[in-house]
């Protein structure tokens, strides 16, 4: 049964290239057409009669129409959806919602139609099929393909609603041939409780014949070690884990950068790896890379229209809206989605930047709340990630997690500066050398960051702190946001984060601290 599933899949992955191909050369085209379709899909809600659908025809009429707009201003439409009201933001009423949060935002009730989800199955579906191009279908199929997401389970919301988490609602609808072969099964991914659902998974994939793992690399870390230590439990150590899981092909990611992880993952498994990233967001899925490097793909057969804004004209009154027509490369661009699910002009929250044309590819930047400019520097997560990535290599070292935030001046000290709370699994052995190299690689990828620290006049050295192995895992558990999609802050413009940090740490183990 294996081999004709297999040859299918592999003919239908050639099929899918074509296929994007021929949309990338009407990017702009297919793009409109996807806005007008979704308008006049919409246009008896509530939301089409209140921005006049009905005269919607072109990308600058809805333009005109409907404003950008975050989550806290799409919410009242979304609880009226939730609450029994029909035909809000999209035709009918939503059954099913996803509930996605952030460590420094609330949560978020993201409605998913049957039109959004299939939005989703097919980006999800293209991952797979790029797995397939890379290492054929034979090699996957033959085994277990294993899937660390959120919990299955689901609980009542609103009037007559559910809500679970992305990841949950997709395993409720995998297709036959990858529920035979998924891994952990239902029954143990709706185990609500994180602990024990990934030493559950761990126990049971430490026996398993794993060929393709998903999931997000600083969870996936740790599940690499709960399958060591079932091994070590079950009398059968290993040193990595290509000799328990000696046919693992390929890795699909996303939700954080993975160059701060690849040392730990070349360790851990032994073997080289095909790595897919993938921009699952919980509004849309927004990108897959299509090609080994240069960046995420934009998928435009999604069913979802985007608009891009600069930066800088996030929070005025005329903000500019690029569209896939127009965007610049190497432009920093706030991101925004117009979805089948009833979300119009929704700003992500993310940021950008386009690498190449034709098609479009994009890195993801960061945040547009995380960011850190207390001292007019104005330094974004790429920025820190990068000149993490460098210390570490430089030094040989290796980060498991870390987070960056604002040292604000004191009676002692007249200027302020960053402080870097870093969690190492091999620790440099200078650690002032380390903060030399973050700090000049910092002046170099931003200019403000270099005018502020020349001569110290506006800012004073990086100060690293280092924090006792576990630090993290203890206070995302704390906040209750342990496991599943849930993410560090890589930088925050204020101390929230690094003073919950610090508290957790000191309640474990002094505490090393240097300042170059």
Sequence with gaps: MVRPVAALLNWYAAQRRRAWEGIWRRAAAHQEATLLRMAATA??????????FHTVRSIAAYQEHVPLRTYAEFAPLLTQAAGGEEDVT??????HWMKTSGTTAGDKYIPVTPEAFASHRK?????????VAHVGAAPLLDGSLLFLGGSTSLVPYGNGCLVGDLSGLVVHRLPPVIRSRYSPGQDVAAIRDWERRISVIASLAASQDIRLVSGMPSWTTILFERVVQAR????????????????LK???HGGVAFPPYLQI?????????????????????VAVQTEPCGGLTLMLDYGIFYEFVPVEDLGSDCPRRHTVADVELERPYAIALTTSAGLWSYLLGDTVRFTARDPLRLQITGRTRHFVNAFGENVIVEEVERALLRACQVTGTEAVEFTVAPRYPSRTEARGGHEWLVEFRKAPTQLAEFTRILDETLMELNHDYHTKREDAVGMLAPQVTALPPGTFYRWMYGIGKLGDQHKVPRVTNNRTVAEELLKVAARRMPLASVAV
Aim: charged share 25%; with cysteine; net charge positive.
């Design 43 to 52: 246009r008896q809600t509530k939301f089409g009669q209140a921005h006049g």
């Design 90 to 95: 999209w035709p009918g009423r939503p059954r």
């Design 123 to 131: 980006g999800g579906w293209d991952a797979f099929l790029l797995a």
């Design 232 to 247: 070590r439990a079950s009398g059968r150590s290993i040193r990595t884990l290509s000799e328990c899981w000696p046919n």
């Design 250 to 252: 390929v890795y699909i």
């Design 265 to 285: 993952f070349e360790e851990r498994i032994g073997h080289p790896l095909q790595r897919i990233e993938v921009y699952p967001a919980s509004e849309g899925f």
